[in-house]
């Protein structure tokens, strides 16, 4: 695990944390994420959903993504006085799920998810990759 | 906060006739440990368990896959010949993501370990 972290020339804040693109590394995704949203400034119920948001946009990446020629996906925190904005990055070919499938069905919930935990989700998807990010507004 | 784990064996109910049992599972349920969940419950409906109680009160994160899994194991009950599956939940978050995902319309989600065995005793 590799993190960084400096300041934009806007002030902002920006760390990035580069994890072996494992199911074991959830865990230490969500610990970053926890940790993040909570020195943001979100109260503990926007903090447990942010942090389940993350959980399931690094899911996507190490189920579906692809690594970097160093096995990684790529994670990166955004805070400025408003919002912070994590992103999950992977180097795979993003497949749209099905949104209307059955209630029942064993897979696909995972962006309605996302969608319905933080003010925003955008996905950038590209030839060489997909990131996804998602946005809490500061309460 | 408390890592996952899941009960060796599930408790058979002595009131039942045998094919209602109670797994209980605790910690954080994601897509590390959902091939254990599943693998447990394909084992239950295999040993003929068709009414499951899945006891989620120490159960304090639930994602996707793991919700992909339970909902997974309601199509397998079905093709099994029909079945039951319950779950407890204590933590207000699990609740909230079973009402999300909209899975709480096919599972029934109860609060406390009687009322899901009581529930799943009246069905057949």
């Known amino acids: ?139 | 906060m408390r890592s996952f784990y899941i009960g060796d064996n599930f408790e058979e109910d002595d009131s039942s006739d045998g094919d209602l049992a109670v797994l209980m599972m605790g910690g954080e349920l994601d897509y590390e440990v959902s091939p254990q969940i599943r693998a447990r419950l394909v084992g239950a409906i295999k040993d003929g368990r068709r009414r499951l109680v899945l006891d989620l009160s120490d159960v304090t994160f639930i994602d996707s896959t793991a919700i992909g899994v339970l909902a997974g194991t309601v199509v397998k009950l079905d093709e099994a010949g029909g079945g039951s599956l319950a779950v407890v939940c204590a933590h207000e978050k699990v609740v909230q993501i079973f009402e999300i995902t909209g899975l709480d319309s096919v599972i029934a989600v109860h609060s406390t370990r009687e009322e899901a065995v009581s529930a799943l005793s009246f069905v057949r």
Request: hydrophobic share 40%; net charge negative.
């Open chain 1, 1 to 139: 695990m590799a993190t960084s972290e400096q300041h934009d020339a806007a002030g902002r804040a920006e760390s990035e944390l580069h994890l072996p693109a494992r199911r074991s590394e959830l865990s230490v995704a969500r610990k970053y994420a926890g940790d993040v949203g909570a020195e943001f400034g979100l109260d503990p119920d926007g903090c447990y959903d942010f942090v389940l948001a993350v959980n399931e946009a690094v899911t996507n990446a190490i189920r579906h993504g692809a690594s970097d020629e160093r096995g990684l996906i790529h994670l990166s925190i955004v805070a400025d006085e408003d919002r912070v904005t994590f992103s999950v990055r992977d180097f795979g070919s993003f497949v749209m799920p099905v949104m209307d499938g059955p209630v029942n069905s064993d897979h696909g919930r995972g962006l309605a998810m996302m969608a319905s935990l933080v003010d925003e989700v955008q996905l950038e998807i590209e030839p060489g990759g997909t990131t996804v990010r998602l946005s809490k507004v500061r309460p």
